[in-house]
């Protein structure tokens, strides 16, 4: 197969850059990008010099040459933009959340049925992050025996006056356990090697934004694959003390160990992130995970290539979203009768 050539549509969320940087590390080409916004476009131009901006979304679905598109759009326009392009012949690699309805959950399993495009997410907290990587490694080499539980915290920095209109919009974000929760259910699947759970209880609150009665700040889910159970919670309410966007933390239960991931920070004192620490029945042991290699975008172009799934099975991409849906509705559900 000849260079991946790929295009950026859509950079409402800075996540872009973090899409585009993987892929790029990977060996792909960036050879186009599309936005309306012009502010947008100009930072992405300043950090890309080299890459054309295009006039129309549809030169780029209709370059042949391009095989990929990547995506961080505001979240509610992800799915249509997938759909058409996968009708384009063009694989998809979106920011999450993926979507922000069951519609649209829907008609992108459709179109990936019928097409046979790829169609993947970017959870950046499970295949950004080196100790999350280096967990799963452990955990496959049978190193906590059977996983049994998972306790994922996604906290993270609010930073209301940096934030476009469309972030304070249920319609537009999907509300907090779509947007957000969406990285700890794809874990959980990961980490208990299932494609299939249920939401046995959600909830949602907005605690210190009453200014802002769309804006979800604060929810919990509590996940079952009937033999493993799972544990979320996510919020808004880094304090600006923290010296990072959030202490995202990830516990992993086993027959025989465990695994206790702090991924951005360690409030212990370590310097930087990605910190595992694994307890077995030798003892405890704290390692530094900062140094691993990254395996998401090698795998994503090799399945490009081979039409394969080894960077993550298309049942698990679209698992992690119907359980965040699924536990979004249910607390929306919850709160409408109180």
């Known amino acids: 197969m000849s260079e991946l ?13 973090g899409q585009v940087n993987c892929l790029l590390r990977a060996g792909a080409r960036l050879v186009a990008f599309h936005e309306e916004d012009d502010g947008l476009a100009a930072e992405f131009s300043a950090t890309y010099a080299d890459v054309p901006r295009t006039a129309s979304l549809q030169e780029i679905l209709e370059n042949r040459s391009i095989s990929l598109i990547t995506s961080a759009a505001i979240p509610a326009r992800r799915a249509e933009l997938a759909v058409s392009a996968m009708r384009h012949g063009k694989d ?7 979507m922000v309805s069951f519609d649209q959950l829907k008609a992108v399993r459709a179109v990936q049925a019928e097409t046979a495009q790829i169609f993947s997410v970017l959870y950046s907290e499970h ?7 280096r967990a799963g490694q452990l955990v496959a080499a049978g190193a906590i025996g059977e996983v049994v539980h998972t306790a994922g915290l996604g906290p993270h920095r609010l930073r209301r006056e940096t934030r476009p209109d469309w972030f304070f919009r ?12 969406s990285h700890q259910c794809e874990q959980f699947l990961f980490f208990t090697g299932s494609d299939k759970a249920r939401v046995l209880s959600a909830s949602i609150g907005n605690h210190a934004n009453a200014d802002r ?17 799972g544990t979320v919670h996510v919020d808004w309410f880094t304090p600006d003390g923290m010296p990072t966007w959030g202490d995202g933390r990830l516990f992993i239960i086993g027959t025989t160990g465990a695994i206790e991931i702090r991924k951005a920070v360690d409030l212990a004192g370590r310097p930087g992130g990605d910190h595992l620490f694994l307890t077995d029945r ?9 140094k691993l290699e990254l395996p998401f975008g090698q795998q994503f172009l090799a399945d490009i290539r081979d039409r394969t799934q080894t960077a993550m099975s298309q049942e698990r991409c679209f698992a992690a979203m119907e359980l965040a849906l699924t536990a979004q ?5 919850k709160q409408e009768r109180y």
């Open 282 to 290: 030798q003892g405890v042991q704290h390692v530094d995970c900062s």
């Open 329 to 333: 509705q249910m607390a929306e559900s």
């Open 213 to 229: 009665p769309e804006l979800q700040d604060s929810g919990d889910i509590h996940l079952t694959t009937g033999k493993a159970t």
């Open 5 to 17: 050539l790929f295009a950026a549509v859509g950079l409402n969320h800075n996540h872009i850059y």
């Open 92 to 98: 998809v690699l979106v920011d999450k959340p993926a």
């Open 170 to 181: 249920r319609a537009e974000y999907g509300g907090i356990l779509t947007d957000i929760a």
């Open 127 to 133: 295949f950004e992050s080196r100790a999350t990587v």
